[in-house]
């Protein structure tokens, strides 16, 4: 549809605008003012923010719409990194696997990285000694499973592949013998066949792509791979993608495990940002009946199992959800961003516990990790596991 008028709704004084550092690079300019004056529209998350900052009721109302339609790449978030690997872990997106990157009792002692290489194991990803690694964040579930796999006495070769150069550095520190590559999801520096062992993408494919559902692009990948797009607004095209990339690199008898949160419904955003709207970008939820149909299709084996079984976590376990650790850091700064167990709290801070209403939520709730969404880790985790 075409243009036909502009109107200006608003005007904001430059106090009332809060934008992020890089708010030119999407800033939009409108040409056909072009002859009175130069005016251009913020993207999104700028208006986001801007919105934000004054808060009345349309405003919010305008910040889900906005939320719903944002269909820009975050992977630019990435790039920019504009947050250190401490504060986008801490404050911004705190994955599973930071929540429990410590030994912890829900885990039979063991952290997040350690149970994933044993559950990886036991399914016979790891025959050969040999991990190539997506996204890994700040390198805790890279230094974990190295680690178990030479106590084992068999040690694994592991590369990173990383969009973000703050992160790759910060896994390197974390291990220091692993080869790491600037890549992007979409297109691997990788020859074909050349990935012999597994392949590991840990909370990254929501962090991927999606595109409008009648875009080109995602009516050709439906047509390719038989999906059902009928009454969808978008489809996961960058996880698409990637598992094609992945049926490239991968050689015969190689594996793949992409963990995230999803399920068998159209992709779904979710906002994400550390104070003051710092590294704010919107993820989209995995439709996993989509991306298990095109690795079929693509000639994989594919096995889909709920992240909590995968790695035999303790469900009835109740522990600190993430808003109450916020919360408690507050009058405790140096209490680590982790699934505190409710015994561990009421023996070392037995005066904070009598003057919050903590919650400590069962794992196994919709309300672990965040009480404010409608489900939770065991509900929304999922492995796919591929295997050539
Ligand atoms: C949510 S973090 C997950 C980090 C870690 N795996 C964990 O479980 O804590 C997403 C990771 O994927 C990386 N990433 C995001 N988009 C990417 C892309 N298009 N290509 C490669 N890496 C990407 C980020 O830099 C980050 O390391």
């Excluded at 992020?20 to 409108?30: A, L, M």
């Excluded at 349309?58 to 339609?69: G, M, Q, S, T, V």
């Excluded at 703050?166 to 590559?181: C, E, M, V």
């Excluded at 995995?286 to 079984?309: C, W």
Aim: aromatic fraction near 8%; charged fraction near 25%; glycine fraction near 6%.
């Amino acid at each position: 549809m075409e243009t036909r008028a502009h109107l200006i709704s608003h005007l904001f004084g430059p106090e009332q605008e809060i934008l992020t550092p890089t708010w030119r690079d999407t800033c939009r300019p409108i040409p056909e003012f072009d002859r009175l004056l130069k005016v251009s529209v913020l993207g999104p998350l700028d208006l986001i923010l801007t919105k934000l900052g004054r808060g009345d009721e349309k405003d919010f109302e305008d910040i889900d719409y906005l939320i719903c339609n944002v269909m820009e790449d975050p992977s630019p978030t990435y790039r920019r990194d504009a947050v250190s690997p401490v504060e986008r872990f801490d404050d911004v997106e705190t994955t599973i696997s930071h929540l429990f990157r410590r030994p912890h009792p829900a885990l039979g002692g063991r952290s997040y990285g350690e149970a994933l290489y044993q559950a990886l194991r036991a399914k016979g990803l790891l025959e050969a000694p040999e991990v190539h690694e997506l996204g890994g964040g700040a390198g805790f579930v890279a230094a974990a499973m190295s680690s178990m796999a030479t106590r084992e006495g068999r040690p694994l070769r592991y590369t990173f592949l990383e969009l973000s150069r703050t992160l790759l550095s910060a896994q390197r520190t974390q291990l220091p013998s692993a080869t790491a590559i600037a890549a992007h999801a979409e297109r691997l520096p990788l020859r074909n066949g050349v990935v012999r062992g597994l392949f590991l993408a840990n909370e990254v494919i929501a962090d991927l792509r999606v595109s409008p559902a009648d875009a080109p692009e995602s009516a050709e990948l439906a047509r390719r791979y038989g999906l059902s797009l009928d009454g969808a607004r978008r489809l996961n095209t960058g996880a698409i993608r990637f598992v094609e990339e992945l049926a490239r690199v991968l050689a015969r008898g190689a594996s793949a495990c992409l963990v995230e949160f999803g399920g068998d419904f159209e992709a779904s955003p979710v906002a994400l940002s550390g104070a003051f709207g710092r590294a704010l970008h919107v993820e989209h939820s995995i439709h996993f009946g989509h991306l298990e149909a095109a690795a079929k299709a693509l000639g994989f084996k594919t096995e889909r199992v709920a992240m909590a079984d995968l790695l035999q976590i303790d469900r009835s376990m109740r522990v600190t959800s993430y808003p109450d650790v916020v919360r408690l850091r507050n009058f405790a700064p140096s209490l680590p961003v982790l699934a505190h167990p409710m015994e561990e709290i009421a023996r070392a801070h037995p005066f904070l516990l009598r003057v919050f209403q903590l919650e400590f939520p069962p794992i196994g709730s919709p309300r672990f990790p965040d009480p404010q969404a409608t489900a939770g880790f065991c509900q929304l985790f999922h492995a796919l596991m591929l295997r050539k």
